[in-house]
């Protein structure tokens, strides 16, 4: 540990911290095809609305793969994969009754994919806001008793 690290902070490996950073994004995509599998989803009943949320949650989903990878290839290869995602999740409406598919939800998955690689590539001042790690203003102390209290 590190002098002022927190009380369980472990050293893990680059390979392992990365391995277990894919928990994130495969998560979410459960969350996706669980979201896609109701006919009905709760939510503002605004036209269009629904595009925001394709280009948000694509956006995010795309943003939490590509800060596993390091190479330029790797991330046309996600925004490609976050694409391939949204086919597969209109695909998925298809099957579900009282859902349809849209070319544009397609559309709004891949743009906002794409928008959330191109910023966390190119912008360093987003990508650092993002990797920056989150500390609290106050630690907790946990203090062990040197001798146990023996009661009578």
Same mark, same amino acid.
């Given at each position: ?27 979410? +995509? ?34 939490? +793969? ?7 290839? +790797? ?32 559309? +709004? ?44």
């Amino acid at each position: 540990m590190t002098r002022g690290a927190g009380l369980y902070e472990v050293v893990q490996s680059p390979k392992r911290r990365i391995q277990r950073g894919w928990v994130w994004p495969l998560a979410l +995509a459960a969350l996706i095809f669980f979201a896609s599998s109701q006919s009905k989803l709760a939510g503002p009943d605004v036209e269009g609305s629904d595009k925001v949320v394709h280009f948000s949650v694509y956006g995010l989903l795309a943003t939490l +793969a590509v800060r596993l990878v390091r190479t330029r290839r +790797a991330a046309w290869l996600i925004i490609l994969a976050v694409s391939l995602y949204g086919v597969s999740d209109e695909w998925h409406q298809s099957f579900t009754p009282g859902r349809s598919v849209e070319f544009a939800d397609w559309l +709004a998955d891949t743009l906002g994919g794409a928008m959330a690689v191109l910023l966390y590539t190119r912008w360093s001042a987003y990508r650092r806001f993002l990797e920056r790690p989150i500390r609290s203003k106050r630690q907790v102390e946990i203090s062990v008793p040197v001798e146990p209290v023996l009661k009578s």
